[in-house]
């Protein structure tokens, strides 16, 4: 029987940064972080993008506007202190289309409400800054947008915990008895626990009578990468739809100067569904897909048309169209390789039939659920995470 004072279950970015702010907190505590691969970020925090947002894209009242403003700075500043690479290149968001103009003021909007820095530029300026950018009259320009690497940052983050705060690896949580975490190594006794299993936090939550209005609906994003790093300068979005939590295929600028194309957002059938048969969970087939179906049917938040439009992306051509239209000008041919798949873990309203647009923090026995730690959790998490503990405080005392 293992005991510790807190335990935090997953070595993502929002485990990692919980059980760093924990470990500021209290110095006399165990510090206890279960992780059930064999090393930290495996899954969708060291598979995202590694743009830091600067969060002009989320309505005024969430938690995604509260914290990416301030997540932004608190990683920029941890990169730069750290000594962890950081390309500082910012970022454009065109119109297409004179019908996208009034999508393009609202994102000024909200970016001006949320206290983001946000310049609302014309096709001139929007030459000068990104030369092979196109749009339709107006553009914005985001300067605090960055990209990092996030699996050096989750790394450097896990060695440099103080002595009191462990991790320990292969370690998956299989149940709860007797107020006592069973793993599939060991019986791990624990005063408070924090659960940031991301794709599987709403599982973990229900064996403390947490997250039981939520399923989680899993999003393949793909990238596809480009030969030539002097295509663009910074990265280049469109004008989203705001009525689904998705940013639509667009050009990002990596941390080494690289130049990519992505994310798709295709239904994906179990929680790893990596590659066609990657880590193959039958029982996780089964709900998916049978939720899927039913979504189909009834057509909820538009998936019937979401995911037809996400799985034409498979095709290469196709998914190369999607994002020509914001450039003047492209080579098809220079596209390579595809990158490292990641899965997004986006919670549904099983009632509501409706995804979940904001982060959902739970409360249960003696523990707080992290269920929906989408984008820009990874942008946010430093921030975030002093309000998870912060929020926790009156259960932990």
């Known amino acids: 029987m293992q005991e510790t004072d807190f335990l935090i279950v997953g070595a993502g970015i929002m485990g990692l940064s919980i059980a760093r702010e924990l470990g500021r907190r209290y110095s006399d505590c165990r510090i206890l972080v279960i992780e059930k691969e064999d090393r930290a970020a495996l899954h969708a925090s060291g598979r995202n993008s590694g743009v830091l947002h600067a969060g002009f894209y989320y309505d005024a009242d ?56 946000l310049e609302l530029i014309d096709a001139v300026e929007l030459g000068h800054l990104e030369p092979n950018a196109q749009t339709c009259e107006r553009a914005l320009f985001s300067p605090t947008t960055s990209t990092v690497n996030p699996k050096r940052v989750c790394q450097h983050i896990a060695a440099h915990f103080p002595p009191h705060v462990k991790i320990r690896f292969r370690r998956q949580m299989i ?32 064996f403390f009578d947490a997250g039981g209005a939520y399923e989680v609906l899993p999003f393949k994003g793909i990238y596809l990468a480009y030969e030539d790093h002097r295509l663009i300068r910074r990265h280049i979005y469109p004008v989203p739809n705001l009525k689904n939590p998705f940013l639509g295929v667009h050009f990002t600028k990596t941390v080494d100067q690289h130049v990519k194309i992505g994310p798709t957002a295709i239904p994906a059938m179990w929680f790893e569904n990596y590659a066609f048969s990657s880590r193959f969970a039958w029982d996780e087939f089964c709900s998916i897909v049978g939720m899927q179906a039913q979504l189909f049917w009834h057509n909820s938040f538009n998936f019937r048309s979401l995911a037809l439009e996400e799985i ?24 390579s ?11 549904l309203h099983v009632q509501k039939r409706e995804l979940v647009m904001d982060f959902v923090v739970e409360h249960g026995p003696r523990s707080t659920h992290v269920l929906n730690s989408i984008s820009p959790a990874f942008t946010t998490a430093l921030a975030f995470a002093a309000h998870i503990v912060d929020a926790s405080g009156q259960e932990i005392a």
């Open 337 to 347: 390789t595809y990158l490292t798949p990641g899965i997004r873990a986006q919670l």
């Open 312 to 335: 034409k992306k498979y095709h290469r051509p196709y998914f190369i169209g999607a994002a020509s239209r914001l450039v003047k000008h492209l080579d098809p041919g220079r596209f």
């Open 175 to 206: 149940g709860l008895k007797n107020d006592v975490v069973v793993t599939d190594q060991e019986k791990i006794r624990f005063k408070y626990l924090f659960n940031a299993a991301g794709v599987y936090a709403v599982k973990i939550a229900r």
């Open 62 to 117: 969430s938690l995604k506007a509260r914290f990416t403003v301030a997540g932004n700075q608190a990683l920029t500043d941890y990169c730069l202190t750290n000594g962890l690479p950081i390309n500082r290149c910012g970022k454009v968001v065109v119109a297409c289309e004179g019908d996208e103009l009034e999508g393009l003021y609202e994102l000024k909007r909200r970016g001006d409400r949320n206290g983001v820095k």
